[in-house]
Structures are given as structure tokens and as C-alpha cells.
């Protein structure tokens, strides 16, 4: 015969097991964002929990709000030489190139720096016209949309 202690026991540490096997799935981070490929960028969080854009090739036409001192990370591939990136606007402005060499992209960081619309445009030459024998391929033009609030 089980004694009343040994019931109540028995039946706390079946309360703490299930407790602990519910609590298991928590420390799991949370997945990576996925890369949209439509005309809406995809975002990331950021430390202080405020979105920010990312912007990829499949990103191209992409309409960008953003609040002044917002900023927005471009990435294109690394299989194209990009020229110097063109902003037709004074409502952002765009970081030099800054990805580290031999990375699979090219990267640049969209700044607002006022309210306003301002578009980014950046055209890309396969590098494989640089190959012997080179390639066929056509430039790539790139551009977004921003609409600085």
C-alpha cells in the first residue's frame, strides 16, 4: 500500500518531468530569415529589434521604407564586377563596396539621411567576360526604391 508522502511525491516528479520535456524545445534559436524573392525585401533583426532590410538580385525593383538614420544591406553576386553604385536622390546615400575579398557577394549598406524617395541603381559585368575564352552574358542592372520617412 503507498502511503499518501509517496503518491504526492510520485506525482510531483511526474509534474517536473513533464515540465522539463516542454521546456526542452525553447532553447532552440530561432531559424535563419528566408531570403524572399519577390518585390518585398526581407529582413533581419537587428540587437535593438528594429528590421532591417536585406536586399538581394532577386530584390531587383524593390520599393524600401525606411526612417531617417535607417539603414538597408544590399548583397549581389560576387560572379559580376559592379560598377560604382548610381543614387538618383539626396534621401539616402550608399556605402562603398564592403564585402571581404573572395566572398560570394558584394555587399553595400543604403543609408536615409533625410524624408524624401531616392532610387539605387547598380549595374553588374559577368566576370567571366574577363576569362579566356569569355562568356556571352549580359550586364545585370540592379535598383531599389527607398522612401525615406
Not at 31 to 40: D, F, G, R, Y
Not at 125 to 140: F, K, L, Q, Y
Request: negative net charge.
Amino acid at each position: 500500500m503507498r502511503t499518501p508522502i509517496r503518491r504526492w511525491s510520485s506525482g510531483l516528479a511526474a509534474v517536473l518531468l513533464l515540465l522539463a520535456l516542454h521546456s526542452c524545445g525553447d532553447d532552440e534559436p530561432d531559424p535563419e530569415p528566408v531570403v524572399q524573392t519577390s518585390k518585398t525585401p526581407s529582413s533581419t533583426q537587428s540587437a535593438t529589434s528594429t528590421p532591417i532590410p536585406v536586399l538581394r538580385i532577386g530584390d531587383n525593383g524593390a520599393d524600401v521604407a525606411l526612417h531617417v538614420g535607417g539603414t538597408a544591406s544590399v548583397f549581389l553576386p560576387a560572379s559580376y564586377t559592379w560598377e560604382e553604385p548610381v543614387v538618383d536622390g539626396d534621401a539616402v546615400t550608399i556605402s562603398r563596396d564592403i564585402s571581404d575579398a573572395g566572398s560570394s557577394s558584394r555587399s553595400w549598406t543604403v543609408t536615409a539621411q533625410r524624408a524624401g524617395t531616392a532610387s539605387v541603381t547598380l549595374t553588374g559585368s559577368p566576370a567571366c567576360r574577363s576569362e579566356t575564352p569569355s562568356c556571352a552574358m549580359p550586364d545585370e542592372s540592379w535598383t531599389a526604391q527607398f522612401t525615406v520617412q
